[in-house]
């Protein structure tokens, strides 16, 4: 059974940090492409960050060196880094997993993930 629960989430000042942590049982201990994804509100969700099994990963342009995402597969576990964080940062984050690798890109670009299957996600809120 996929359960995935994420948690890490708070409000920080700008320029500050938060990890991430997403319990992603019954996935990533299949080698799946794992991923975070936000959504503003308002906005789409997007991609922000992928990771292939074997720790490959890439980025939105827009967190490219400031996010960094990683996983341990013997916990099950997929965690996200966010440094210097800024106030569009701001926004409900998500993991799943992640579309094969030569799709990443459109995703970071907009693209729409239809998963059925979401957690309740972790709000993370950047004050300016």
């Known amino acids: 059974q996929v359960q995935l629960v994420e948690s890490g989430g708070g409000l920080v000042q700008a320029g500050g940090s938060l990890r991430l942590s997403c319990a992603a049982s019954?996935?990533?201990?299949?080698?799946?492409?794992m991923g975070w994804y936000r959504q503003a509100p308002g906005k789409q969700r997007e991609l922000v960050a992928a990771?292939?099994?074997?720790?490959?990963?890439d980025y939105k342009d827009s967190v490219e060196g400031r996010f960094a995402i990683s996983r341990d597969n013997d916990k099950n576990t997929v965690y996200l880094q966010m440094n210097s964080l800024k106030p569009e940062d701001t926004a409900l984050y998500y993991c799943?997993?992640?579309?094969?690798?030569?799709?990443?890109?459109?995703?970071?670009?907009?693209?729409?993930?239809?998963?059925?299957?979401w957690g309740q996600g972790t709000q993370v809120t950047v004050s300016s």
């Open positions: 799943n997993t992640a579309p094969m690798k030569l799709f990443w890109k459109l995703f970071f670009a907009g693209r729409v993930p239809g998963y059925d299957y």
């Open positions: 990771i292939t099994a074997g720790g490959y990963t």
């Open positions: 019954g996935i990533i201990s299949s080698g799946n492409n």
